[in-house]
């Protein structure tokens, strides 16, 4: 049973660059959420996406957004970098119950993006 | 709004013996969930155990427990015969109907160092 998986596992771009980050889902989920984990912190909410939806956001600016296919893998995408995005992003799959306290959501191995 | 403390920053326990990961939630969600992750070096989040608001019994799941006191809003986790590979951050993490029942709110962990 694949878990969740992540590409690239590194990236290093510059101030101003644009980057894609990709995520597929566990094996018979559906719903995809991103993570910010700046260095000593725990992770912060970026996005979440159900049914090819943001369904909510976390404090993040437009810069950041995201998109999830037909095959419930999901693209976060961030424009006009800054040094301050230089972070491990996680992503996490679950299945939506519709009990939602319960969806245990399941993480990738992470994108360790530098911004330069 | 939903808040998670660990006033653990680091802590070290010897091989064999079991060790408890203080963890308190603030909420005023009636239904909420509480998680345990693992976050060894290599970044990746490892999901640990589950505890749902109204569950009467104490989750277990193998070496782990979650000593869940709702009147206290504390979720401890504790670890039994610890092993080297247990040396990792540990995050406790809600998730609520404030948060939307979609965002995982984390704390900021605790650094838990096993000596043989």
């Known amino acids: 049973d694949a878990g969740v998986t992540q590409s690239p596992t590194h990236l290093i771009k510059t101030r101003g660059q644009q980057v894609t980050l990709r995520c597929s889902p566990k094996?018979?989920?559906?719903?995809v959420s991103w993570y910010q984990q700046a260095l000593g912190q725990g992770p912060q909410f970026i996005f979440q996406?159900?049914?090819?939806?943001?369904?909510q956001r976390g404090n993040f600016p437009d810069r950041f957004s995201g998109h999830q296919f037909p095959n419930y893998s999901s693209e976060l995408n961030v424009n006009a970098l800054l040094l301050g995005d230089s972070a491990l992003y996680l992503c996490?799959?679950?299945?939506?119950?519709?009990?939602?306290?319960?969806?245990?959501?399941?993480f990738g191995p992470g994108t360790r993006l530098t911004v330069l | 709004a939903q808040k998670i403390t660990q006033t653990q920053p680091g802590m070290f326990v010897q091989e064999k013996e079991a060790v408890t990961l203080d963890c308190t939630y603030d909420?005023?969600?009636?239904?909420?969930?509480l998680f345990w992750y693992k976050q060894p070096s290599s970044g990746e989040m490892i999901f640990l155990i589950y505890?749902?608001?109204?569950?009467?019994q104490n989750a277990t799941e193998g070496r782990y427990s979650l000593n869940f006191q709702k009147a206290r809003k504390s979720a401890n986790l504790v670890i039994s015969a610890s092993q080297l590979g247990d040396s990792a951050m540990y995050f406790c993490?809600?998730?609520?109907?404030?948060?939307?029942?979609?965002?995982?709110?984390f704390g900021a962990g605790t650094r838990l160092a096993v000596h043989p």
């Open positions: 996490a799959s679950s299945l939506d119950t519709g009990t939602a306290h319960t969806d245990t959501q399941y």
């Open positions: 094996s018979g989920h559906d719903t």
């Open positions: 996406y159900y049914e090819e939806e943001e369904r």
């Open positions: 909420t005023s969600d009636p239904s909420y969930g």
């Open positions: 505890q749902g608001s109204y569950d009467q």
């Open positions: 993490a809600i998730l609520g109907l404030s948060g939307g029942y979609n965002k995982l709110i």
